[in-house]
């Protein structure tokens, strides 16, 4: 019988509440109908974070992924994500239940991840080759349009945080969430070219594959534009020291790699950084250290 790390269980019950405390109720039968759905074999699972995902061996003897999550909004999107991206830069889809929360997903092999290159260089490189991959332009009418949420309707989160916090911020500056919502409205209306954005695309989630060089896994479905895409690579694995270095070589990198304007992607990184920072404090409680970003993006966009 498979067992759950208390910290993915106590994870599961601080986002999904109620949820999730059924969902983890029910897991050892929702593994059960898997297996016999599919005739497959569960192995010990990857390390987990808010999903349970582990290695299979299917009843040929394929290797592939069995994927489960709480039902819900954030999972239609996911697999909705994944669909429309058909296997383009992106983890391709074996099978699935939606009301169940399960997917079956091809084993990407040999699956090391973006941030086990030591080259700074090439994790850019290899970033940019995936969103080339994936981006399909978004009419703003267009089929994919209402499925997905917007970057605007993100940015709505924010004003969550004076509600919460009985008028006030909290543990975020209020000089830093007034400065995020007057860049958000700024930058919503004067976006060009809407596309499907993976919508976290952090080292994390690139993976070294076959049958594509790397392939990208985990989409959360956004529709924006391009420059809102390279904001979690930019958050993610910085050094203690040497972090606006760092962070220039990438924004420098991607800008010129896939053509973006350079004012547009700190402005969105600044908003991003802001808005995760809530979200983090809204599952958790706590900020998680996100609130050091926002400066650094500020500084940037003052050169």
């Known amino acids: 019988m498979i067992s759950l790390p208390t910290h993915f269980t106590q994870t599961i019950m601080d986002v999904h509440k109620e949820a999730g405390r059924l969902w983890l109720d029910s897991f050892h039968e929702l593994i059960a109908d898997c297996e016999a759905r599919w005739l497959l074999k569960v192995l010990e699972p990857f390390p987990l974070s808010y999903n349970f995902v582990a290695p299979v061996v299917l009843q040929d003897g394929r290797s592939a992924v069995l994927k489960l999550g709480v039902p819900g909004l954030d999972w239609q999107r996911e697999l909705a994500a994944i669909r429309a991206f058909a296997g383009r830069g992106m983890v391709q889809l074996l099978d699935a239940d939606e009301e169940k929360g399960i997917m079956l997903l091809e084993r990407i092999m040999p699956g090391e991840t973006l941030d086990k290159l030591s080259s700074e260089d090439e994790r850019i490189k290899y970033l940019a080759d995936v969103i080339k991959r994936m981006h399909t332009s978004v009419s703003k009418g267009g089929k994919l349009a ?97 972090v606006e270095e760092v962070m220039k070589q990438r924004v420098d990198g991607l800008t010129k790699a896939l053509s973006l304007q350079k004012e547009r992607v700190l402005a969105w990184a600044y908003c991003h950084s802001v808005l995760s920072a809530w979200w983090f404090i809204e599952d958790f409680g706590v900020d998680g250290g996100r609130l050091v970003m926002p400066g650094v993006f500020e500084r940037l966009l003052n050169e």
């Open 146 to 242: 209402p499925t997905f949420p917007t970057i605007a309707d993100w940015a709505v989160g924010l004003k969550k945080i004076r509600p919460h916090f009985q008028g006030e911020t909290g543990p975020i500056p209020e000089q830093m969430v007034e400065r995020a919502m007057q860049w958000y409205k700024k930058l919503l209306p004067t976006q060009k070219e809407l596309c499907l954005l993976h919508g976290d695309l952090h080292h994390e989630n690139i993976l070294r594959a076959e049958r594509e060089p790397w392939l990208a896994i985990d989409p959360k479905g956004l529709i924006g534009e391009t420059e809102y895409e390279v904001i979690p690579f930019l958050l993610n694995h910085l050094p203690e020291d040497g």
